[in-house]
């Protein structure tokens, strides 16, 4: 890494200059950090180690942006993932909520937090077993049952292969459900329902031509792997913008001149993990 590179400045961490505390208390039980998975723009999240069981707790934005307060999305963001992990308990291969989590005695309202899975991301060079994707797509199915979206499918790093073998879910931040009565009755509500849930099975069948071909004529038979066509509207507008932060984070040098975030001086743990099997 080139010596040019240097660590986000507070604007672009979640936690500003903080970083997620050494101690939580979860069930009131008080655990220990062992771990900092990543710390970027919208969220820092750990794992943190108590006497019954490894803890992933996710700290939600709390640095203002140019003294514009966001402790309040923060906040927002972590009772809307807590909701959606709340609406889904019982689904095998999901995470359980923990509940409320504090620190030095006092509610973190911004954190949200599950019992660790133990596995691995699903990495681009990982080959499932025969078992691993026709489980996958009943466990999304179950996910779409319960009128929810996941939409962030198209992250690798979301799926983990558990040590077992089996499929997990995991970062439920910006998921899309209609677990409100009002939008479950609403039209244009269930008719985004139903895209997203749509571009879902495309980001899964995408996985499954990328790392098991051979199956990927019996799954299509199951879900529709069909492009959208909001997909490509939508990545006319995303591409250049993930292009124009890339720029900028190259250009005050937390990144180096290819915008890559495995470039920084603190990757996430996915791609720490992608790095160093590579290697």
């Known amino acids: 890494m080139s010596d040019q590179i240097r660590?986000?400045?507070?604007?672009?961490?979640?936690?500003?200059?903080?970083?997620?505390?050494?101690?939580?208390?979860?069930?009131?039980?008080?655990?220990?950090?062992?771990?900092?998975?990543?710390?970027?723009?919208?969220?820092?999240?750990?794992?943190?180690?108590?006497?019954?069981?490894?803890?992933?707790?996710?700290?939600?934005?709390q640095q203002s942006i140019l003294g514009l307060p966001m402790a309040w999305f923060g906040r927002r963001l972590a009772a809307r993932e807590a909701l959606a992990m709340h609406h889904l308990q019982g689904i095998a291969g999901l995470p359980v909520d923990c509940g409320p989590i504090y620190a030095n005695g006092q509610l973190?309202?911004?954190?949200?937090?599950?019992?660790?899975?133990?596995?691995?991301?699903?990495?681009?060079?990982?080959?499932?077993?025969?078992?691993?994707?026709?489980?996958?797509?009943?466990?999304?199915?179950?996910?779409?049952?319960?009128?929810?979206?996941?939409?962030?499918?198209?992250?690798?790093?979301?799926?983990?292969v558990g040590d077992d073998g089996r499929p997990h879910l995991i970062d439920f931040q910006v998921c899309f459900g209609l677990w409100k009565p009002w939008a479950a009755k609403n039209w244009l509500c269930r008719k985004l329902l139903q895209q997203l849930q749509r571009a879902d099975c495309y980001h899964l069948a995408k996985h499954v031509r990328k790392q098991r071909p051979d199956q990927l004529q019996e799954l299509c038979k199951v879900i529709d792997g069909r492009r959208p066509a909001w997909i490509q509207a939508h990545r006319l507008v995303a591409a250049p913008l993930r292009t124009a932060r890339r720029w900028l984070l190259s250009k005050i040098k937390v990144r180096d001149h290819r915008g890559q975030a495995s470039s920084e001086v603190f990757a996430e743990d996915a791609l720490r993990l992608t790095d160093s099997k590579a290697a």
């Open 108 to 160: 973190l309202r911004n954190a949200v937090g599950h019992d660790f899975i133990h596995g691995r991301p699903l990495g681009s060079s990982t080959t499932p077993n025969n078992e691993f994707f026709p489980r996958l797509i009943l466990l999304l199915a179950a996910v779409h049952r319960r009128d929810l979206a996941y939409v962030d499918l198209h992250k690798r790093e979301n799926v983990l």
């Open 7 to 61: 660590p986000r400045p507070a604007l672009f961490r979640a936690l500003g200059a903080a970083e997620p505390p050494q101690t939580i208390e979860v069930r009131g039980e008080i655990c220990q950090r062992v771990d900092v998975f990543k710390h970027d723009s919208w969220a820092a999240t750990a794992r943190y180690r108590g006497p019954a069981a490894d803890i992933v707790c996710k700290f939600n934005r």
